[in-house]
């Protein structure tokens, strides 16, 4: 059975960085939803997550229209922890992506 842990649950503006402790060593996926929206129609807006300062993935949306708040396509991404302190990282992926306190995010870790 997966162990999870919930590290960022939390309402925007971007960028949001949290500590965590790995509960486990080795492979894990990190799950990441959340929402954005851009001024600009026609753009890819979304999110970016890193660990420890490298960038694992984004999730994103194209955005036809402008000044609607959308969900990004949720992603799981695979990482192996080393045991210890970790900074959780989350940023607008372009600089169409806009974010405020009504979008929301999650970073979920499975072990």
Same mark, same amino acid.
């Given at each position: 059975?997966?162990?999870?842990?919930?590290?960022?649950?939390?309402?925007?503006?971007?960028?949001?960085?949290?500590?965590?402790?790995?509960?486990g060593?080795?492979?894990?996926?990190?799950?990441?939803?959340?929402?954005?929206?851009?001024?600009?129609?026609?753009?890819?807006?979304? @999110?970016?997550?890193?660990?420890?300062?490298?960038?694992l993935?984004?999730?994103w949306?194209y955005?036809?229209?402008a000044?609607?708040?959308?969900? @990004? @396509?949720?992603? @799981?991404?695979?990482?192996?922890?080393?045991?210890?302190?970790?900074?959780?990282?989350?940023?607008?992926?372009?600089?169409?992506?806009?974010?405020?306190?009504?979008?929301?995010?999650?970073?979920t870790?499975?072990?």
């Amino acid at each position: 059975m997966a162990t999870a842990q919930t590290v960022i649950q939390k309402s925007g503006p971007l960028p949001i960085t949290a500590s965590m402790q790995a509960l486990g060593t080795g492979p894990a996926l990190v799950m990441l939803a959340g929402s954005v929206w851009t001024n600009q129609a026609s753009s890819r807006i979304g @999110v970016t997550v890193s660990v420890d300062g490298t960038a694992l993935g984004s999730a994103w949306i194209y955005a036809n229209q402008a000044s609607v708040h959308m969900a @990004v @396509v949720p992603v @799981v991404l695979p990482y192996t922890f080393k045991s210890g302190a970790h900074e959780i990282s989350l940023k607008a992926l372009s600089g169409a992506t806009l974010s405020d306190q009504n979008d929301s995010y999650t970073v979920t870790i499975l072990y």
